[in-house]
């Protein structure tokens, strides 16, 4: 796998408050991008970090990529009940033709 | 509307018994993918394909073909169904894997 841990598998949290979570990766990429997949759903994009961005930010999104670490986290402020779901980080194979996803953290906000 | 529709929704098989899953996408995209998704696991890439007649090997494609007929149409075929192959099975297409695919709503599979 071109995955190395995913940080916190699963979190519950109260509506509000903030939450981080991490993945690193192991080849090199250009491109690192975090999905969302609500319960009988498939995955959709949040947003998209290139490796000469540092941090991008969409609404109460934030992504962080650190590529010396080969590290990027996905943070989201001010959680709601409908940001349940679990998220992915995700990259792209060799030639940039497929996606790898990464194993996943498991989120739950309580209202 | 862009769409990626799998068929059947929920299957349950056989051991030993062939199983085709259907996927259609409306979004005339290029590239097509089949995921399955198990606990543990995250989304792990069985097949894709870059166009109509070709089909390419993704991380896990043991046990597993795929037919691409068309722009359209992408299928995953179990030729001989084993309950390690129960999971939940994703189709996708896009043009680009910058360019986020279209995820289907997925497909159950049982195999007993």
């Known amino acids: 796998s071109q995955w190395g841990e995913e940080n916190l598998q699963a979190l519950s949290i109260q509506e509000g408050e903030d939450v981080t979570m991490n993945c690193s990766y192991k080849t090199y990429t250009t491109v690192v991008q975090w999905y969302r997949q609500k319960s009988g759903k498939g995955p959709a994009q949040l947003i998209l970090?290139?490796?000469?961005?540092r941090e991008k930010r969409s609404g109460r999104l934030r992504a962080t990529l650190d590529t010396s670490s080969q590290s990027s986290s996905l943070s989201i402020t001010g959680t709601l009940a409908t940001d349940t779901a679990v998220y992915f980080c995700?990259?792209?194979?060799?030639?940039?033709?497929?996606?790898?996803f990464g194993t996943g953290t498991t989120v739950s906000v309580s209202p | 509307e862009a769409a990626v529709t799998q068929s059947p929704r929920n299957k349950v098989a056989v051991t030993g018994g062939k199983v085709t899953l259907s996927c259609n996408q409306t979004n005339n995209h290029n590239n097509m993918y089949w995921y399955r998704q198990d606990t543990g696991h995250g989304l792990r890439l069985i097949h894709y394909s870059y166009g109509a007649g070709s089909t390419e090997k993704g991380d896990i494609p043991d046990g597993y073909k795929a037919s691409r007929p068309s722009q359209e149409n992408f299928s995953l075929i179990l030729e001989l169904a084993t309950p390690s192959q129960t999971s939940v099975y994703f189709c996708?297409?896009?043009?680009?894997?910058?360019?986020?695919?279209?995820f289907g709503e997925g497909t159950r599979l049982s195999v007993l």
């Open positions: 970090i290139r490796s000469n961005e």
């Open positions: 996708a297409s896009g043009d680009h894997s910058y360019q986020a695919p279209l």
């Open positions: 995700a990259t792209d194979n060799q030639g940039g033709r497929a996606l790898i």
